[in-house]
């Protein structure tokens, strides 16, 4: 496979997984509104993860125009 098809599963990986603690992260700031945030405003993180999942969706989108299995390890 080609190097940037490997970059790609790679970026797409390690962006699900950074994507998925911070929405784990928001959510228990709305179960528990006293979680305590260093220094960013929740609206700031839900923004980050809002772009994050935008971003992710190009990848995908990427992938499938160019035959790539994002899932394939």
């Known amino acids: 496979m080609n190097d940037y098809k490997e970059r790609m599963k790679s970026e797409y990986k390690e962006l699900t ?3 998925d603690k911070l929405r784990k992260m928001i959510t228990r700031c709305r179960i528990k509104p006293k979680y305590v945030l260093d220094g960013s405003p929740l609206s700031l993180l839900i923004e980050q ?3 994050m999942r935008k971003y992710l969706d190009i990848l995908e989108t990427r992938a499938g125009l160019e035959g790539v299995n ?3 390890e």
């Open 17 to 19: 997984e950074q994507y």
């Open 49 to 51: 993860a809002d772009i």
């Open 70 to 72: 994002l899932l394939d």
